[in-house]
């Protein structure tokens, strides 16, 4: 009965299993059929063969099905390349489960049923990248585990219902003695089987989630060390649609429906310091740059004009903070990081334009994930600065692009008389002069965010065809996004005389404190300004650290500032939030470290750390210097002081690491020790005992107290057993205490069986070896 | 204790195996980070399996219970005990297997037999029992042992196993027959009277009562706490038990290229004299006088006691026949040692010699006529009134 108890529940088990493993499949192949049909053949087969048993092909039948699936899908799948061979096979797969699903089940049917579908799991393995898989690879593990514990203990105590005794050595009787006899003499023994109690599936339960967190360690171990040589990037599949940013290097005003509330991931950015490597968020809002536009014309910014790719600066300057950037597959070429930046080491990937202010990815890597890291200037203390230097000042069509504003065709008047009004108003209401560019900018800038006059929305708003947008903007419709702030800003500095253009890319993203990095969506694309300062409007105040302060620098100006922060913080502090950061923070560890870990990061990431890390524990370990250190400190420092380092610093991984290691290295010993002591013979101090538990010298000592009182004395040369048969033979001399001549050497038996033989006596040897002692004790004892 | 530890890989693991070096060699092979991830997933269990077996045999200890005495035939109950030392870790799927084997002889080795009992799971700090039984059909001396325990858990790829020299004996008696009716008639009808009043020490008689002491009467017999109390000696009385005293004389005798026939005989014959000896041991005082033609003579004589009757169950265990083609003369001799008094049964496994038996009690001045005996052929059809197995 309990066999039917585990059978069903190995069906269950066995029934995930194989359409989590379709459903990989159906993952990479991007197809729910093969586990809509997966789920009705485990339904109808339940139904039919298991429960009803209406309908069961046998073996021959079976094979025969078998044998034209296979022919038939061999046919199909030699005309098709080599991704669609793979589906094929798998699908094949399925099939013959299929065939198995109609076949009565035995252990080896469930076996045959798991290997196909670990099969397909094999075959989606290199079809789906994404970290789904590794979560449906989980949940695989731990239906396949549990499948096979519930398999092992159906055919055991299947096997074991009265299951008779196995023939080691046939009967050999002699010559005369017939089979019959030999049979009829034949023991005949039945080995039965532990009755189940109803504990056993939540202990089943326990058994599967134990092993599958112990194979964990050991999968990760594993892993980890296979040698990697030339892992290839992952492409995206030529039918995957590559993300789009929603704008390039043309920007019209109006069309940014595309990105809004586009959660989809575009980059994830990581600050490290130069010299420790740590990372850490910034005090403000990243602005990441992907490109400038300069040229606006009917309501569109474009660039002026485009120069070649060159490969990135490499000289480096300091202070500078690194940046390491990985860029999803995107349909521009652009990347987007914070600038002005240089090349730490030789990319062939990555490109710059000539001024540069764009960093772009080769064509051929646009399509893959790409991770780099590269530097910048642009972030001191941990602050993105607002005043980014120029590399040479700007002169002539350079700096006239800078101020380029739409002409008036003939017959038409100025497109932005009133944009220009209200710059020269707020700037006349200053008391400011127009040439002083600084405070021009930043008053025009304070106009537009701080005045009140001017609202942030991302909703499509009706705007004045009659007018640009901008001048729209500005004058009568004051309700816009980023763009028409960013636009109206570069159109009032223009106006009165102050270069300036429009920066494209995105503002904050996600900050994951998991990961410690930024995570940019799609819907944190943004626009902003930056405005020209020549040296003679450069605040000096801002480069004074710098031993040779630039000719010219960018001023960065964000007019919509303000809007977006709010929203960001009250969307990070939700429990949604928190949640899709570890999620994301998965799949960049699912990215970096398992689908895209390669020789490299293998040997940065993994092996060097580690030996860093174990090394410096040890070192920590075992230096006199180190703990001599520690030692004055801690004397020297009033116990608060220490407790407050404590707290902070009470844990290491690589400490832990080392601990762990340590302890291991311990254990070993111990079992090691342990094993060669007992190879070596050591017997063990264990307690004998029998009958109801009393010591069993306890025995053979009130043997040799009764026979003493005879004045029968063992000698120290003879064993136990042969003072009995001595004693014995001096009690059979005396006719009245012949009938306790046996007793001694019976007593003495269950003696050696016990303490010898490593056995128990039951009740009745123990009842009877008592009683012969009491008999002993009672007759001996009496003066005679 | 002696113990081994062995590992062995199943059918099952060996498929496993092939199956996880397949996906890690294509794994690195082709450098798939996910068929890489794959196989190391697969490894993880597997590696578990070689570690978790090790683990749960340490800390367990196995013991067998045999029965104290147990007889050809008889249902033969062996509990078979495990118990879990571990605090926390609950031990599954355990076997374990016990080999049963008869001790028999160079010409005939006894069959080994496996037997084994399974446990499901046993929690932590627990003791299961689980018992094999059958039937042992053959007396003799049996060795239980060693006890193997072994375990597939978790996934039934590895068998770890423990061997643990943990052996064991069980003298297997004669089967016990039932004797008829008219068996006890064969001892009464005994024309010397098989029926005597002999002289017991005191302890062998029951305890009657007390009466005042008269002259002859043992001191020993005096009951000294109502002698003191009265002022005056009494004694205990006692009743002299009547009883039914018996000679076997037994001429196990089996042709050297014995059938299956004469086989049989030899077992019945033995399953016979048990019978008797154990009808006989039921009531203590009765004097029993055992000699028996053997491989190795037996020669016995002793009153009834369970002492006794195991001693001589023990001795018929083992006894062999012999081959000897005349009547050992043996018997004859034993006549002379028997007190006339006693009836004799002569039991044989052939046709009974009475000359030669004649012959060789007169060697030692013995002349049958005076003696009361009764002559039994297994092989022929006299056991058939009397007794049954």
């Known amino acids: 009965m309990h066999s039917r108890q585990f059978e069903h529940l190995l069906r269950v088990m066995i029934a995930v299993t194989i359409v989590l493993a379709t459903m990989l499949l159906g993952i990479g192949d991007r197809t729910a059929t093969l586990t809509i049909v997966s789920l009705c053949a485990l339904a109808v087969s339940a139904y039919v063969t298991d429960i009803t048993g209406r309908f069961r092909l046998s073996q021959s039948a079976a094979n025969w099905v078998a044998l034209g699936i296979v022919a038939a899908t061999a046919a199909g799948a030699s005309q098709l390349e080599r991704h669609g061979q793979m589906v094929a096979v798998a699908n094949l797969q399925s099939y013959l489960q299929y065939v198995l699903l109609f076949q009565p089940k035995t252990p080896r049917t469930y076996w045959q049923l798991a290997l196909l579908s670990l099969g397909q799991v094999a075959i989606a393995s290199t079809l789906v990248p994404g970290p789904m898989f590794g979560g449906m690879l989980l949940l695989y593990l731990f239906a396949g585990t549990a499948s096979f514990l519930l398999l092992l203990l159906d055919s055991e105590a299947a096997r074991f219902v009265a299951r008779p005794a196995r023939v080691l050595s046939s009967w050999a009787a002699s010559k005369s003695t017939s089979q019959r006899l030999a049979a009829h003499r034949a023991p005949v023994l039945f080995g039965r089987s532990m009755p189940n109690s109803r504990t056993l599936g939540w202990g089943l339960l326990q058994q599967a989630t134990l092993i599958c967190a112990s194979s964990l360690l050991v999968t990760s171990a594993l892993f980890f060390l296979l040698p990697r040589w030339n892992i290839q990037n992952r492409q995206v599949a030529s039918g995957e649609a590559l993300r789009s940013v929603g704008f390039a290097k043309k920007v019209t005003l109006g069309e940014l429906g595309e990105v809004v509330n586009n959660a989809d991931v575009v980059m994830r950015i990581q600050f490290l310091r130069s010299h420790s490597g740590r990372p850490f968020q910034l005090l403000n809002e990243p602005l990441l740059r992907g490109t400038v536009v300069t040229h606006y014309e009917n309501g569109a910014w474009t660039q002026t004009s485009a120069t070649s790719p060159e490969p990135l600066p490499d000289e480096e300057k300091s202070p500078f903070v690194r940046q390491h950037i990985w860029a999803e597959p995107l349909d521009v070429a652009e990347l987007f990081c914070v600038f002005p930046m240089f090349a730490l080491q030789r990319d062939s990937r990555l490109r710059v334009d000539a001024n540069g202010d764009e960093l772009v990815r080769q064509e051929d890597y646009r399509s893959q994930h790409v991770e780099f890291e590269i530097a910048t200037t642009g972030i001191i203390e941990e602050k993105q600065r607002h005043f980014l230097p120029c590399e040479a000042p700007l002169k002539g069509r350079a700096k006239a692009a800078l101020l380029q504003m739409p002409v008036a065709h003939p017959g038409q008047t100025d497109p932005f008389p009133g944009l220009r009004e209200v710059a020269a108003r707020a700037l006349r209401e200053a008391n400011l002069d127009p040439g002083d560019h600084l405070a021009a900018a930043r008053k025009l800038n304070e106009y537009l965010h701080g005045s009140g006059h001017y609202f942030y929305s991302l909703e499509p708003q009706s705007r004045d065809t009659a007018l640009d947008p901008l001048e729209d903007f500005v004058t009568t419709h004051r309700l816009g996004h980023c763009e028409y702030f960013a636009g109206a800003l570069v159109m009032m500095l223009r106006s009165q005389g102050i270069p300036a253009r429009m920066a494209i890319g995105f503002k904050g993203g996600e900050w994951n404190p998991l990961g410690m990095y930024y995570q940019v969506q799609q819907l944190h694309a943004h626009t902003w300004v930056e405005v020209y300062l020549d040296a003679e409007h450069l605040p000096r105040e801002e480069f004074a650290s710098e031993d040779t302060p630039p000719e010219a620098a960018w001023m960065v100006l964000d007019p919509t500032e303000g809007v977006q922060e709010k929203a960001q913080a009250a969307q990070q502090n939700g429990l949604l939030a928190r949640a899709w950061q570890y999620i994301d923070y998965g799949h960049v560890l699912w990215t970096n470290y398992v689908v895209g870990l390669n020789a490299k990061r293998q040997r940065q990431g993994i092996y060097e750390p580690l030996a860093q890390g174990v090394g410096a524990a040890i070192e920590n370990l075992v230096s006199p210097r180190v703990w001599q250190d520690r030692f004055r400190v801690v004397a020297n420092s009033p116990v608060g002081t220490f407790w407050e380092w404590y707290r902070d610093h009470w844990f290491s991984w690589r400490g832990g690491l080392v601990a762990a290691g340590f302890s291991l290295v311990l254990a070993a010993l111990y079992l090691a020790g342990r094993w060669a002591a007992g190879a070596l013979g050591r017997p063990g101090f264990r307690r004998t005992r029998y009958g109801d538990g009393r010591p069993v010298l306890e025995m053979y000592r009130r043997l040799e107290a009764a026979l003493n009182q005879q004045g029968l004395k063992r000698q120290p040369s003879q064993t136990a057993y042969e003072f009995a048969l001595a004693a014995g033979g001096d009690l059979a001399e005396k006719i009245e205490l012949r009938r306790l001549a046996p007793l001694p050497r019976r007593i003495v038996e269950a003696f050696y069986r016990v303490r010898f033989g490593g056995r128990t006596l039951d009740n009745l040897e123990a009842d009877a070896v008592e009683h012969a002692l009491a008999e002993l004790e009672h007759a001996l004892a009496r003066p005679r | ?389």
């Open chain 2, 1 to 389: 204790m002696p113990r081994q530890r062995r590992i062995r890989i199943c059918r099952e693991g060996v498929y496993y195996i092939l199956v996880v070096v397949a996906v890690l060699a294509g794994g690195t092979a082709r450098q798939l980070n996910l068929l890489m991830l794959l196989g190391s997933m697969l490894a993880g269990p597997l590696l578990f399996s070689f570690i978790y077996g090790r683990l749960a045999l340490r800390r367990i200890e196995v013991g067998r219970k045999l029965p104290s005495q147990t007889r050809a035939d008889q249902r033969l109950v062996v509990d078979v005990r495990v118990t879990n030392f571990r605090r926390w870790l609950t031990i599954w799927t355990i076997q374990v297997e016990d080999v049963v084997q008869r001790e028999g002889t160079f010409e005939d080795p006894g069959e080994k037999l496996a037997v084994s009992v399974f446990y499901s799971a046993i929690a932590a700090r627990e003791t299961k029992q689980v018992s094999y039984d059958g039937r042992l059909p053959q007396r003799g001396r049996y060795r239980f042992g060693p006890l193997r325990v072994s375990t597939r858990f978790p996934l039934g790829l590895v068998r770890h196993s423990l061997l643990l020299e943990q052996n064991e004996e069980l003298i297997v008696h004669p089967k016990i027959g039932r004797l008829a009716n008219d068996w006890a008639q064969v001892v009464r009808e005994s024309p010397t009277g098989s029926q005597s009043m002999s002289r017991r020490g005191l302890l062998e008689a029951d305890f009657y009562g007390l009466r005042d002491w008269r002259p002859g009467d043992s001191r020993r017999s005096i009951h000294w706490r109502t002698s003191a109390r009265r002022g005056s000696f009494v004694v205990r009385q006692f009743e002299q038990r009547r009883s039914q005293d018996l000679a076997l004389l037994v001429d196990l005798w089996q042709p050297p290229e014995a059938t299956d026939e004469q086989l049989e005989n030899v077992e019945t014959a033995i399953s016979f004299v048990a019978t008797v000896i154990d009808e006989a041991c039921r009531q203590s005082g009765r004097y029993l006088v055992l000699e028996m033609a053997a491989h190795e003579p037996l020669c016995r004589a002793g009153t009834a006691s369970p002492l006794f009757f195991r001693e001589q169950m023990d001795a018929l265990s083992f006894i062999m026949p012999h081959h000897e083609p005349q009547f050992p003369p043996s018997l004859g001799h034993a006549v002379a040692l028997v007190p006339p008094s006693l009836p004799i049964l002569l039991i044989s496994t052939r046709p009974i010699d009475y000359e030669a038996l004649r012959e060789a009690a007169a060697e030692r001045d013995v002349q049958l006529t005076d003696r009361s005996l009764r002559g039994v052929n297994v092989a022929g059809d006299d056991l058939a009134p009397y007794f049954q197995v």
